[in-house]
Structure formats: C-alpha cells, structure tokens
C-alpha cells in the first residue's frame, strides 16, 4: 500500500462501457466535472486525479436500479472498482476522505448501482488518529474478566423502568456475574429517566458489589447526544466511577466518536445502531468492512457486529465476516473488541467459537438472558456455561448435558447450533 495514496474498492453497476462508467466516478470524486475546464491540465490530473487501479467484472444479482440511471437497464453490467486517490487531495482527515470516496458518487446517474466495500489507508491515518484507548487489553482489566468470552447484557426493557428499577436489575445481574450491562440505544437522556439520574441509581450498586467481591461489572451508559453534550454526559458517568460510556457511532458522527475518544477516561462501546439505512442494501451505500475501519480509528473500543442466527437482516457470512473485518490489524492501533448482538442466547456459543476461534469478544444477549425460564442469573449461567464449554473443546451436546441453566435455555429458546 502506498504511503501517498488512499485505496476505495467499490461494487459498480453501470449500463455503460464499466472502463467509461469508472472514469466518470473518479473524476466526479477528484479533479474532474461534467467538462474538462481551463484550469484541469494534464499536470494537475497527473498529480491530484482519481485513478482507476483494477476493474474487474463479476456476476449480476438480479436487483433493480438505482432511481434516475440512464441507459438500458438490460445492458446492465457489474464490476468491482478500485480507485486510487491522492493523499494530497484530502490528507489523513477522515470527513475530508469521506467526501471523496462516499460523497456524490451515489448521485451519478451513469452508475445504477454503487457501494463502497473496503478502504485501504494509508499509516498517516493512524499518525493522526490513534484508535481504541482502551480495546480488548483494556476492556479486560477494567471488568475483571481475564480470560474466555466476555458475557453481557441489555437493559431490558428497552425504555419504560424507572432508575430505581433499573438498580433492581442491575444488582441482580451482578449478582449473576455478568461482566458487562449496557443501556439499550433507545435509552438516552428522556425525561423518564434521564443520565444523571440512572447514574446516581446504578453506582452505587456496582460499587457495592465490588466493595465485597473485588470485582466490578462494566456499565455502559448510553451518552449520546449532540457533541456539544458528549464530554459533560462523560464526565458524570466518570465522576460517580463509571467504566464504561456507549455512544451511537452513526448518530453522533465520526468526528463526534472522535472528539469523545479524544477527552475519554473510560473505554467507548460504539453501536452501530442505523447501519442498515447505509449498509443493508447491495446496490448503494457503505459495506461494514470499510465503515468499521473508519469507527475504529476514531475511537471505537467496542464495535457491534451483529450475530450468527441473528434478528436482522445479515446472513451468517455477513456477521461472520463483520467479526473477522473487526478482528483484523489495522495500522498498528489497539485491537477493538467485537460486540456479538441481535438474538443470541447460550445455545449460539459452540457454533460461533468454531467459526471464529477466539472468546476475545463481547456477547450481549437481551432477551437470551432475561427471557430464560428461570430468570436472568440462569441466564447469565447458560451463557457462561455455554461459552466455557466450547472453549475448552467439548461439543454442544455436552455443554447442555453438564449445564442445567442451558438445558432449560433450550426449552425457551430451541435446540443448541451444533
């Protein structure tokens, strides 16, 4: 990867020549507009062009295109596009990036399709950017769990409990030996149970609970705001000894997830709650891989990825992918830890292990330990049971057969993913 240049890989769909279509696109993103200018000579391309790296053509999937694509749609043709783009023309400034590799180009009416799937970044990124201040070493320490998968859980219900209510909650959770609780994206600083208020609640229950156990559960509490609000809401979660803030990566912006991680005492769980509205299409907008690239280097320690036999939309492969996407060196910064979401329960532990290989991940699991027959501490039980069990190698079968709490997971939740 070259030092002075930044590599955008997109999947394009385009009635057009696909070497002519590409051209459009990284003239539109660079030096270029509808007619060569005065002003465009061929020194200046030379030096500050969007240069098209490789194009290859791939299968068509049958989907429909994009509104206002000139041409026939039967002629349509796909490829996948690589373009190399000056550092100068933007420099290791992530908004500034942006607007070059997703900024109009989902408006040029020569592409019925367009999505960007990978970045490939320079190391003058991560000289400005210095990613997870905390990460998986960190996260580790701060919730006393040294070793195997890292069990956790949402706020459930979502909205609607009181704070005293929620200490309730909290404390029995704790009790459980959760490691980690977060406030569900929905919760943020409403009327009903504002910040302050669920911090002066929560607290001082985690607080005693470490006084007589040595070891704290790591709170995350949903700050989102406008960025004017972020270091204050941070603030008075560290004040009262909190170890964790939550903050909606797509909400409060990249330069928001940045401005926070800048002024951070405690790791940031980043939710990637409105994804889908840029990622869940596969004629527009932005893959996961490239988007948790620019999450990670802006502060993200934790960064959801979805789960296998999960709620939403993404296939196995899909979240699969996502984990090994987060899990993957970039730049030299701190490794961030993979948030495992979205309907999981005990029953998912040996299927996911097996195809990741790691417990070096954070598995939330909302209604997988709430919903549990036998209430929310044999929740917490079957997960950790469950993820024991396949890290040491034994199969699912076994795991329910040694561990009561899975067994009755399994009559809630359905049979174990072998």
């Not at 490794?335 to 029953?347: C, F, I, K, Y």
Request: glycine fraction near 10%; proline fraction near 5%; hydrophobic fraction near 45%.
């Amino acid at each position: 990867m070259s030092t002075h240049h930044v590599i955008a890989t997109y999947v394009i769909e385009t009635s057009l020549p696909l070497q002519h279509a590409a051209e459009v696109l990284a003239g539109e993103q660079s030096t270029g507009t509808f007619v060569r200018v005065q002003r465009e000579s061929d020194d200046l391309r030379a030096r500050f062009a969007a240069q098209v790296e490789s194009l290859q053509e791939i299968p068509l999937t049958g989907s429909s295109p994009l509104p206002g694509a000139v041409g026939d749609p039967a002629g349509r043709r796909r490829a996948v596009l690589r373009l190399r783009f000056p550092l100068d023309n933007f420099g290791p400034s992530l908004p500034n990036l942006l607007a070059a590799v997703a900024g109009n180009l989902f408006e040029i009416k020569e592409l019925s399709a367009v999505r960007l799937i990978d970045l490939d970044l320079p190391a003058a990124f991560a000289e400005r950017y210095h990613g997870p201040r905390f990460g998986v070493e960190g996260t580790r320490r701060l919730m006393g769990a040294s070793d195997g998968a890292m069990i956790g859980t949402i706020i459930k219900p979502s909205i609607g409990l009181a704070p005293t209510e929620l200490a309730e909650v909290v404390g029995e959770l704790a009790e459980a030996g959760i490691d980690f609780i977060k406030d569900d994206e929905l919760q943020g600083n409403g009327p009903s149970s504002p910040l302050s208020a669920r911090v002066a609640a929560v607290m001082p229950v985690l607080h005693r609970y470490a006084d007589r156990t040595g070891r704290m559960p790591m709170y995350a509490f949903n700050i989102t705001d406008d960025i004017s609000r972020l270091e204050a809401n941070h603030d008075l979660v560290v004040a009262a000894g909190g170890t964790c803030v939550m903050a909606c990566v797509n909400l409060v912006g990249l330069t928001g997830l940045e401005f926070l991680s800048a002024h951070t005492a405690v790791p940031i769980h980043g939710h990637r709650t409105m994804f889908g509205a840029i990622g869940r299409s596969e004629q527009v907008g932005i893959g996961f891989r490239a988007w948790q690239k620019i999450a990670r280097l802006s502060g993200a320690d934790h960064l959801h990825t979805n789960g296998i036999s999960n709620k939403f939309y993404e296939t196995d492969d899909e979240v699969l992918d996502s984990i090994a996407a987060v899990r993957e060196p970039l730049l030299g910064i701190a490794p961030t830890v993979p948030v495992l979401s979205s309907g999981q329960w005990g029953g998912l532990a040996h299927a996911t292990y097996r195809a990741v290989g790691t417990t070096d991940l954070l598995v939330l699991a909302g209604g997988g330990i709430h919903g549990h027959p036998d209430g929310a501490a044999a929740g917490v039980s079957s997960m950790r049971d469950a993820w024991a069990s396949a890290a040491r190698g034994e199969s699912a079968q076994e795991a329910v057969e040694r561990s009561g709490a899975l067994r009755r997971a399994t009559e809630v939740f359905g049979p174990v993913r072998v």
